[in-house]
């Protein structure tokens, strides 16, 4: 099994910064592929970035390409999302998630762990 927590939301104003955190505890192998996704009210549930927990490749949605960094740090089990330049339409829950696979995935429903997700508000 696998835990994820995420820290770091709150209220920012349009322009500014955020950086999330996901520690992750539990077993996990290097190969694991995870990932942040986000939820605004009344929406669906949409891909924002992922990275393999061994480091390498990281992929970011076309929406936040550019403004968000996905990271990690294996000595401290934690991820991150550095959040910068943030618009009004980046307001969402965001979850942090963990996928039982070498392949990346954008797709939400095949990830495994999930964490119980982080407030961001953007403020114009």
């Known amino acids: 099994q696998v835990q994820l927590v995420e820290s770091g939301g709150g209220l920012a104003q349009a322009g500014g910064s955020l950086r999330l955190s996901c520690a992750v505890s539990?077993?996990?192998?290097?190969?694991?592929?995870v990932g942040w996704f986000r939820q605004a009210s009344g929406k669906e549930r949409e891909f924002v970035a992922n990275?393999?927990?061994?480091?390498?490749?990281?992929f970011h949605s076309d929406s936040v390409k550019g403004r968000f960094i996905i990271s990690r740090d294996n000595a401290k089990n934690t991820m991150y999302l550095q959040m910068n330049s943030l618009k009004p339409e980046d307001t969402a829950v965001y979850y942090c998630?963990?996928?039982?696979?070498?392949?990346?995935?954008?797709?939400?429903?095949?990830?495994?762990?999930w964490g119980q997700g982080t407030q961001v508000t953007v403020s114009s």
């Open positions: 539990g077993r996990t192998f290097s190969s694991y592929i």
């Open positions: 998630a963990a996928r039982r696979a070498y392949l990346f995935s954008t797709n939400s429903r095949e990830y495994d762990y």
């Open positions: 990275i393999r927990w061994s480091g390498g490749s990281s």
